[in-house]
Each structure stands twice: as C-alpha cells, then as structure tokens.
C-alpha cells in the first residue's frame, strides 16, 4: 500500500483559501526554486485583484474560485495525476511545507509580485494558443509569464 493511498481524501470545498492556494502553488510549482513558486503565487493573487478592479470576472473574484475554476490550474482537473496527490497530501512534504509558508504569505498581503502583474503562465515545455503573439512581462523558474490577455 503506498503511502498516497494511506492519507485520508480531502475535498477542497472544505479548505480553507490559504490551504486552497498551497495546494495549488504544489501542484503547479512544487519542482521551482522559491521564486518560481511564489510568481506562480502572485499570478493567482493578481487574477483576484483583476477580478476585483472589475467588481467580477469569470475566473472568479477570491483565491478558492480562481484556483478552482475549471480548466485553469491543471493540478485540479479531474484527469491531472497530480489532483489526487493535492486531496492526500503528506503535510510532512517539504515542498508542500514551502507552499504552505508561501501561500500564509500570500494571503496576508506580504508577498512581493515579481512578474509585473501577470496574471498567466506556462512553461516552456507547452505553446498555448492565448500565448501567441503576446510579449512575456517575466520569466522566473520553468515558467513564462504574461498580463492583458484577453
């Protein structure tokens, strides 16, 4: 039996939006250097505040809707291998740790945002089509990132 399959199932509806946004900074960057993970951090904290400026946006207006929102963060869609991960995780993880730390920073105002307003990324290993023509504001770690998309 390995250990994933030890550690009770969460479902994210009932974590709270720090737990929420350490799960995804996990999924999505847990391979990056602090940087890196906190850029990614900053992305989902500059989706919130875009939406906010707005009074809404369809990605959502808080940090549970935006990392949740389906077909946005990889690491939550149904068929990502690293979802079941995020629902059983090893709170002992040292990446996950990291995460944690980062994202209790996040979401009270003391994290610096180091990609000038980004509000996507991607790696260099993939060419999304919303990608194409537009000009990069940073690259940190394995990821591109970019704002005024769309």
Same mark, same amino acid.
């Given at each position: %039996?390995t250990?994933l %399959?030890?550690r009770?199932i969460v479902? !994210?509806e009932?974590l709270?939006? #720090?737990?929420?946004l $350490?799960?995804?900074l996990?999924g +999505?960057a847990? @391979? +990056?250097? *602090?940087? @890196?993970i906190e850029?990614? #951090?900053?992305?989902i904290?500059?989706?919130v505040a875009?939406?906010?400026k707005? @009074?809404?946006y369809w990605?959502g207006?808080?940090?549970r809707?935006v990392?949740l929102?389906?077909g946005q ?5 149904a068929?990502d !291998? ?12 040292p990446a996950?740790r990291l995460?944690k730390?980062?994202a209790?920073?996040?979401v009270? =105002?003391a *994290? $610096?945002?180091?990609?000038? =307003? #980004?509000? /996507?990324?991607h790696? /260099?290993?993939?060419? !999304?089509?919303? $990608?194409r023509g537009?000009? !990069?504001? $940073?690259?940190i =770690?394995?990821?591109i990132f970019y704002?005024n998309? =769309?």
């Amino acid at each position: %039996m390995t250990d994933l %399959m030890t550690r009770p199932i969460v479902e !994210p509806e009932t974590l709270p939006d #720090a737990e929420i946004l $350490a799960r995804t900074l996990y999924g +999505e960057a847990r @391979g +990056e250097d *602090l940087a @890196g993970i906190e850029a990614v #951090a900053s992305v989902i904290l500059n989706r919130v505040a875009f939406a906010r400026k707005r @009074g809404r946006y369809w990605w959502g207006n808080d940090i549970r809707s935006v990392c949740l929102k389906p077909g946005q963060f990889s690491c939550w869609n149904a068929n990502d !291998p690293n979802r079941k991960k995020l629902l059983a995780i090893n709170p002992r993880d040292p990446a996950y740790r990291l995460c944690k730390r980062i994202a209790k920073r996040a979401v009270t =105002g003391a *994290l $610096a945002d180091q990609t000038d =307003g #980004a509000t /996507h990324y991607h790696t /260099h290993a993939v060419d !999304p089509y919303w $990608a194409r023509g537009q000009v !990069p504001v $940073a690259e940190i =770690g394995h990821h591109i990132f970019y704002k005024n998309i =769309g």
